[in-house]
């Protein structure tokens, strides 16, 4: 009986399996590290491909490295590590955008996009991608006017445009340093994604990267929570002192989870001011504890 081949080399692998591979070398961390304040933009090289702009980011690299190996690598990878992508500048995602058009079969496979500011530019890659499903946001400061009406501020309104048109599943809100929810920017995205929820017939799982409280800019975005009807899941810091925003959010019957954490930290006291006032609340309490 004569024995099966084993292959001796990846090329010789089935593609399937390939893919597999691949995709755990090429997939990126859910976020990469903030950039400090005092860390300068890095240099790109003047390349027509994404895949030939080497940057400064470690994790960057070790992601291309596997595309280079070989032309099959670079038609099976390709389309994995475009599945999510990082723009933490208007640059990246202008550059990201180029690519997408000169090759818009890109564009189909981009599931994820994390964004590190908000752009005009940022908001294109969205519209040229129709099957996103898990938007990351982070909220910075219009510089030309921090305070001033959000209808001078036209990349805040393309982006939330560009949400406005997408059948969102996941979505991420994360905030700047400087970026306080007083100011006109973030106000007006909350305010934008609260009225985009109620289109967002499939969206299953919201993170609030923050600490949020309840004011008069958070609470609307947590009323239309509380009506999404496929909302599984809502993951967020706790906030240190009671506020009424996750109870508001709580009512929702969908919901199966809250899971509260502290950066930096393995779980939570449960003795802590919101803690304590939390498990006042019979849902509420219900929810955490299967979440956190």
């Known amino acids: 009986m004569a024995s099966a081949q084993v292959p001796t080399s990846l090329s010789s692998f089935p593609e399937e399996l390939l893919a597999r591979i691949l995709a755990d070398c090429v997939t990126p961390p859910q976020v990469y590290p903030v950039r400090p304040p005092w860390h300068t933009q890095p240099i790109f090289f003047p390349c027509p491909s994404l895949l030939a702009r080497p940057t400064l980011h470690t994790s960057t690299r070790a992601r291309l490295s596997p595309l280079l190996v070989s032309r099959q690598f670079l038609r099976i990878g390709t389309p994995i590590y475009y599945q999510t992508l990082h723009l933490p500048t208007a ?29 005009l530019e940022g908001a294109r890659v969205l519209r040229a991608c129709e099957r996103i499903e898990d938007v990351d946001i982070c909220m910075d400061i219009y510089e030309a006017n921090p305070q001033g009406d959000a209808a001078e501020d036209q990349d805040t309104q393309a982006l939330c445009d560009a949400l406005d048109r997408i059948d969102l599943k996941h979505l991420t809100i994360r905030r700047t340093p400087g970026a306080y929810l007083t100011l006109t920017r973030p106000k007006y995205l909350l305010e934008r994604i609260a009225k985009a929820v109620p289109g967002w017939f499939n969206l299953e799982s919201v993170h609030y990267a923050l ?21 599984r899941s809502v993951k967020a810091q706790l906030p240190s002192i009671w506020n ?49």
Do not use: W
């Not at 600490?211 to 909302?231: C, D, F, M, V, W």
């Not at 919901?255 to 449960?270: F, R, S, T």
């Open 211 to 231: 600490k949020i409280g309840s004011t008069p800019a958070t609470r609307p975005l947590a009323e239309a929570l509380s009506h999404a009807p496929k909302l």
């Open 91 to 119: 640059t990246h995602a202008a550059r990201v955008l180029e690519t997408l058009v000169a090759q818009p079969v890109l564009a189909d496979v981009v599931r994820r996009v994390v964004l590190g500011c908000v752009s």
């Open 244 to 292: 009424d925003l996750f109870l508001t959010i709580s009512k929702n019957p969908t919901l199966e989870q809250i899971a509260l954490y502290v950066e930096g930290v393995d779980g939570i006291l449960h003795t802590t001011m919101y803690m304590m006032e939390a498990k006042k609340h019979a849902r509420l309490s219900e929810l955490i504890k299967v979440g956190t």
